[in-house]
């Protein structure tokens, strides 16, 4: 039987990530081919916090089964920063290329420079709450590299990789990322329903 999801994001490149990952028995509903497209507010203080929230609006609004992904960019230097602000780092209003510099900047003389993206994915299905996470290690490069992806991904560089994730055609970023672990735990979990 085919499963219907809502993802309940505006961003199209989460969606443009998440779509080659799906099986061809779930059928993903963006938010705007329901013809809705606020922004969903997320003022929590954690990545779950915010993937709950997400989840819990549009469950409210249409009362269907959907899930939301929060993600934050952590450095070790930085204490965890820009975490769960990693959208407006750089200030309210900003682009992710100002994040991107503000971080650069930041870190412009640290020499360690372990890095982090985590994914909380909050499902709502039948009603329940469920939490899945994904995290990919790595390191801040010292610039920009590659044209791929979006966001932080021209300065971060997974381990045991030669190429930033900006560099990685999308089906290479796929089979590490942050996104993609939490995902894969979700669809496991989805198998058994
Ligand atoms: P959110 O999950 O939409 O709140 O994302 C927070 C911030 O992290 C945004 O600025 C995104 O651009 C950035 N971000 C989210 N996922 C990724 C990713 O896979 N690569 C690079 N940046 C990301």
């Known amino acids: 039987m085919i499963q219907e999801l809502i993802i309940a994001t505006q961003n199209k490149h989460k969606i443009g990530e998440i779509k080659p990952l799906f099986p061809s028995n779930i059928k993903l509903i963006a938010l705007k081919d329901l013809n809705f497209s606020e922004d969903i507010p997320e003022t929590g203080a954690t990545l779950v916090e915010n993937a709950l929230q997400k989840a819990r609006f549009v469950y409210k609004k249409f009362g269907r089964n959907c899930f939301a992904d929060d993600t934050g960019f952590e450095i070790s230097a930085l204490h965890g920063r820009p975490g769960v602000y990693s959208a407006r780092y750089a200030g309210e209003g900003c682009t992710p290329k100002d994040n991107v510099r503000k971080v650069l900047l930041e870190m412009k003389d640290e020499s360690q420079r372990q890095a982090r993206f985590c994914t909380v994915i909050a ?58 672990r939490a995902l894969e735990k979700m669809l496991e979990f989805l198998k058994t329903r």
Do not use: W
């Open 123 to 180: 499902l709502i299905f039948d009603g329940i709450e469920y939490v899945f996470e994904g995290e990919v290690l790595g390191e801040i490069l010292c610039a920009e590299t590659g044209g791929e992806g979006f966001g932080y991904d021209p300065i971060f560089k997974p381990a045991h990789s030669n190429l930033s994730f900006a560099q990685m055609p999308l089906s290479e970023k796929n089979k590490i990322s942050h996104r993609a």
